[in-house]
């Protein structure tokens, strides 16, 4: 048996998306366990698979039903591996690129009213009290504070989370977790979401939750929505929160991807239209999913994630 083969095997009769290649040892990468790498130069990619694992990528990366519970799910009915690590790049690209062309006006404003404090602070004009008085720059604020219980998490405690990707029962209830917390954003009422600002406990729990996302079946977005609404901020802050507190992890598991090449190339058509696919596709996505908790109706995922709890069970 390969070593694909001993890790995910493929039953009778099913074909693997990405076929053709030997593969090393797995390694972690990003957030994910298990990435497996071709043992030599161009990775024969598809364009189908390309566009596939673009959609994918673009729609489990924001809405709220686990793109690693999905991973788990690919790898077991369809014998899907895990793509190249330089095409895996190119599709977290994508999604970087749809958060920030989606909310482009909160990055700007958030740059520029930052900078414009930074300089008063610096030149005495303002204190540090008045940074609760300009809404972008203590977004911007809560933002690196939410950064940061995420990296500690990621630091240490990554291995034993991603660890749980080998337990299906674990990812199963992960799910059903997921699902869950959905469902009981039905059950808050109107009035109790009316927070305008997020405020240091807040980000503190909101970074949390993502770091806690990481492991497999438990979906970041919904999770870390969920948790501002539990502290009362406003459904669209608290999505608004959520997805700009992506941007550092989304960049820092880049970094940690970039780190790790060692020479493999890709088919540059194939790298475009993972990255084009998963951008276009991230975008309605973000805009699906803000329109739904605008409307207070993120819990419509949970009967989803419930059902494919259910189905990782069944595996």
């Keep these: 048996l390969t070593i694909e083969e001993r890790l995910w095997p493929v039953k009778p009769g099913r074909t693997t998306l990405l076929s053709g290649d030997s593969f090393n040892l797995p390694r972690q990468e990003g957030f994910l366990y298990g990435a497996l790498q071709p043992s030599y130069g161009m990775h024969s990619m598809d364009l189908p698979s390309s566009i596939f694992l673009g959609v994918v990528q ?65 030149h005495g004009e303002k204190a540090a009290k008045d940074l609760e008085h300009n809404a972008y720059a203590s977004l911007t604020l809560w933002v690196v504070i939410g950064t940061l219980p995420t990296g500690l998490i990621g630091l240490f405690l990554r291995a034993p989370l991603e660890r749980l990707f080998a337990s299906l029962t674990a990812v199963g209830v992960m799910l059903l977790c997921t699902g869950t917390l959905l469902a009981a954003v039905k059950f808050i009422p109107a009035q ?26 438990l979906s970041r977005s919904g999770t870390t929505i969920v948790c501002g609404m539990f502290f009362k901020l406003e459904r669209d802050l608290a999505a608004r929160f959520s997805f700009l507190l992506s941007l550092p992890a989304i960049l820092g598991a880049m970094i940690v991807q970039l780190s790790d090449l060692d020479g493999t190339r890709l088919n540059l058509l194939s ?19 803000m329109t739904l908790i605008h409307k207070g109706k993120i819990f419509y995922f949970a009967p989803y994630c419930w059902a494919l709890g259910l189905l990782v069970f069944w595996l």
């Excluded at 330089?86 to 989606?102: E, M, N, P, R």
């Excluded at 109790?192 to 079946?217: D, H």
């Excluded at 990255?275 to 999913?289: C, H, M, P, R």
Aim: charge should be positive; charged fraction near 10%.
């Design 58 to 122: 673009g729609l489990t990366e924001f809405l709220p039903v686990s793109s690693s519970g999905h991973l788990v799910l690919f790898q077991n009915l369809l014998g899907y591996t895990e793509p190249a690590l330089l095409f895996d790049v190119g599709l977290h690209v994508g999604t970087l690129a749809a958060v920030c062309l989606y909310f482009r006006t909160d990055l700007k404003n958030m740059a520029a009213e930052s900078w414009i404090f930074a300089a008063q602070l610096r």
């Design 271 to 289: 790298w475009f239209l993972g990255f084009l696919t998963s951008a276009l596709v991230g975008l309605v996505a973000l805009k699906v999913l």
């Design 192 to 217: 109790y979401n009316r927070r305008r600002r997020v405020g240091l406990f807040a980000a503190l729990a909101v970074g949390a939750a993502q770091g806690l996302a990481i492991a497999p079946g």
